[in-house]
């Protein structure tokens, strides 16, 4: 585990936030607004109003408007494309390509890499964890002790014919071996406008207040890509809202949350950068016996092919795990 100290805006507490930021609910077809007395999802900090809170609660996401910089952004792809023309390396970073491309023709350069995971070793990258306006709306679910958890750039690619670059329905808790669930939460920003054309997330309003449920990887004719396990027992009558999100726009949601994304119709690449962060407060819990057991032992299978080591998945995960002060 590191320490993270050099936090942009001064070292300590959450820098103040610079800039005004508004947060808005997301129009579509949601949950039922009802007006509780006790919160479960959110904590009192002055951050979020009323409205909003309620908002997260009922639903289990919210987004917050204009949230990261257009240079900030622009930090963000140069880095990414370093990494893809492999000149920018760092320990624990993970390479994904869409299997469709991998059945094709290999193309040495951003074509081919349809995900980064784990950049916590990549300064110019992992400066998005520590944005203050991000963990300023972060702290409304963990508290104020932060840690980064699992870090990720998605490049999803033009559809190669096959349906590959979808996403199934999921869950991400079923990936991390850490509770209480309900202090986590994922930040996961636009890098460029996303709507239903290139993929947008897919959100199932109120499943966060669900239990974790059975992943598997779903059976599709075109193949799905390694990890991207999906629901299969979700109630199809539950209503759907499709996250329309321009350049700079963050969402904020809970890791029980039922999402995905579709396919990208276009001719480009859709991006987005996130960062699940968790309470200092959360401790690692054994996955035998549980829906997660699967994902262990992949993980595993994973890790012994690539560096020929045993580990579980509660060990698995420190790696790209850092305390944000």
């Not at 409205?51 to 930090?75: C, H, P, S, W």
């Not at 193949?223 to 904020?252: A, C």
């Not at 819990?285 to 994973?302: L, R, S, Y």
Request: net charge neutral; with cysteine; charged share 20%.
């Amino acid at each position: 585990m590191q320490s993270h100290d050099t936090l942009p805006g001064g070292p300590g507490r959450l820098a103040v936030l610079q800039r005004h930021l508004v947060a808005v609910p997301v129009s579509g077809q949601v949950s039922s607004v009802s007006h509780p007395t006790d919160f479960q999802y959110t904590l009192d900090n002055g951050v979020l109003s009323l409205a909003q809170r309620q908002f997260y609660e009922e639903n289990g996401f919210l987004v917050v408007k204009n949230m990261v910089t257009a240079g900030d952004l622009e930090i963000y792809r140069k880095a990414f494309e370093g990494i893809c023309k492999k000149e920018v390396s760092a320990p624990g970073l993970v390479v994904m390509r869409d299997v469709a491309i991998l059945n094709s023709e290999y193309v040495p350069d951003q074509k081919a890499i349809t995900k980064i995971q784990d950049f916590q070793e990549v300064p110019d990258l992992f400066n998005y964890c520590t944005l203050p306006q991000i963990l300023k709306y972060v702290e409304c679910f963990t508290g104020p002790n932060i840690m980064a958890m699992h870090t990720m750039l998605i490049n999803k690619p033009p559809d190669a014919g096959k349906k590959t670059s979808r996403h199934p329905l999921h869950q991400d808790l079923h990936y991390f071996p850490f509770r209480p669930a309900d202090l986590v939460v994922c930040a996961w920003t636009a890098m460029e406008r996303i709507d239903r054309s290139n993929g947008c997330l897919v959100v199932l309003p109120g499943t966060h207040k669900g239990t974790l449920k059975q992943h598997d990887y779903p059976e599709w004719e075109g193949g799905v890509n390694k990890m991207y396990h999906g629901i299969r027992d979700f109630d199809p009558n539950n209503p759907r809202v499709h996250l329309v999100m321009e350049k700079g726009d963050t969402v904020f949601f809970h890791p029980l949350l039922i999402h995905g994304s579709g396919m990208n119709r276009t001719a480009g690449f859709r991006k987005a950068i996130s960062c699940h962060y968790a309470s200092a407060d959360c401790n690692y819990i054994p996955v035998k016996g549980t829906t997660q057991e699967g994902i262990e032992k992949e993980v595993a299978e994973i890790a012994g092919k690539r560096f020929g080591i045993n580990v579980e998945l509660k060990t698995a995960a420190p790696s790209s795990c850092l305390w944000i002060d």
